[in-house]
């Protein structure tokens, strides 16, 4: 793998979950989770995926991490094509890459106890550590701001954080390259959340992490990320680093999102507009054509609901899938004429 080439590459990716019928399963229908979606994440970098509860975030991340196999495209890390590799094949590669759950109070087993849970993954994958398991369970969950000697107990005596930590821990244990955090904070109470988000970015600087975070909190998001990809029914509608999209949001969708993120000034809250949407998020089992967003957009024309945008750059490393994109750098008048005719 060169320095410039990306460590996952996702190409194209989809997932259908087949709905079926009546006493035989014949197929009359698929919900379309991911819908053809195509992103980069390079070395030592935090990719944030946002949108909706509903739009395919989650689907993105188990896509990447193999607990889901691809209904279509393809997914590289590491130079190797993982979409429909065999878990035999994958087992020595989920050491590189692992998954921080969204519940920590359902991802961890309440019949073991913390040793038990951080050391499983030196067991599953036959892994030699030098002064025995134990010793490395105990300087991870000091890695991670746990009490060492907690070794013996159980999840259910600690607090949520304290259980999201320990997942954290079991996650670092064989040392990975990529992690996909699948809403690490958003079932913490707040005032963790912070402690939680500034323990990943410390973990990246001290352990050289590449982090994809996915989350429904732009405050959270613009925290943590150095880009941000904005997803909305199974789609990429935005792609910018953090900068850019949160001072020039270009797509409709993501402007919406980002007037929708509370500010504790007054004065800068009553200036700002709201943007409310109309109707609900239309189901990915008949999503819209074209443009899926052109049923909730207040700026749709006649071409968006016959012509799908593709995810073009608009300005230098800012992608948006939009017709009439806002905030957009102005284009030359031939090409806007070609554009719009």
């Given at each position: 793998?060169?320095?410039?080439?990306?460590?996952?590459?996702?190409?194209?990716?989809?997932?259908?979950f087949p709905v079926t019928k009546g006493l035989f399963k014949r197929q009359v229908g698929a919900v379309k989770a991911v819908d053809g979606i195509s992103f980069d994440v390079f070395k030592g970098e935090t990719l944030g995926l946002v949108g909706e509860s509903g739009c395919g975030k989650s689907t993105t991340g188990r896509l990447v991490t193999r607990l889901l196999e691809p209904t279509?495209?393809?997914?590289?890390?590491?130079?190797?094509?993982?979409?429909?590799?065999?878990?035999?094949?994958?087992?020595?590669?989920?050491?590189?890459?692992?998954?921080?759950?969204?519940?920590?109070?359902?991802?961890?087993?309440?019949?073991h106890t913390v040793g038990a849970i951080v050391g499983a993954p030196y067991r599953i994958q036959g892994v030699k550590t030098e002064n025995g398991v134990k010793k490395a369970v105990q300087d991870i969950l000091e890695l991670v701001g746990l009490n060492p000697e907690h070794y013996n107990r159980y999840p259910h005596e600690f607090s949520g954080g304290q259980r999201q930590r320990i997942g954290i821990a079991r996650t670092l244990a064989l040392k990975p390259k990529l992690i996909i955090a699948d809403e690490p904070v958003?079932?913490?109470?707040?005032?963790?959340?912070?402690?939680?988000?500034?323990?990943?970015?410390?973990?990246?600087?001290?352990?050289?992490?590449?982090?994809?975070?996915?989350?429904?909190?732009?405050?959270?998001?613009?925290?943590?990320?150095?880009r941000v990809a904005v997803m909305y029914l199974g789609k990429i509608v935005e792609v910018a680093d953090r900068k850019s999209l949160y001072s020039v949001p270009m797509h409709p969708y993501t402007n919406a999102l980002m007037s929708a993120v509370p500010v504790p000034d007054p004065k800068v809250r009553k200036d700002r507009d709201r943007i409310r949407l109309k109707g609900d998020v239309p189901s990915p089992l008949n999503p819209p054509p074209a443009c899926?967003?052109?049923?909730?957009?207040?700026?749709?024309?006649?071409?968006?609901?016959?012509?799908?945008?593709p995810l073009a750059q608009m300005a230098e490393g800012h992608q948006v899938a939009c017709h009439f994109p806002e905030n957009a750098p102005e284009l030359p008048a031939a090409e806007t004429a070609a554009k719009t005719g």
């Open positions: 793998m060169s320095e410039n080439e990306p460590l996952l590459s996702v190409q194209n990716m989809e997932k259908h279509a495209g393809k997914i590289v890390f590491e130079g190797q094509d993982i979409s429909h590799m065999g878990q035999g094949r994958l087992r020595p590669l989920r050491r590189d890459m692992q998954m921080i759950f969204q519940d920590p109070y359902s991802s961890l087993n309440p019949r958003s079932a913490l109470d707040v005032s963790i959340q912070a402690q939680v988000v500034n323990l990943l970015e410390d973990l990246q600087k001290e352990l050289d992490l590449t982090y994809v975070v996915i989350a429904h909190d732009l405050s959270v998001v613009r925290h943590i990320s150095d899926r967003f052109h049923t909730r957009c207040w700026k749709a024309q006649d071409i968006c609901k016959k012509v799908e945008p």
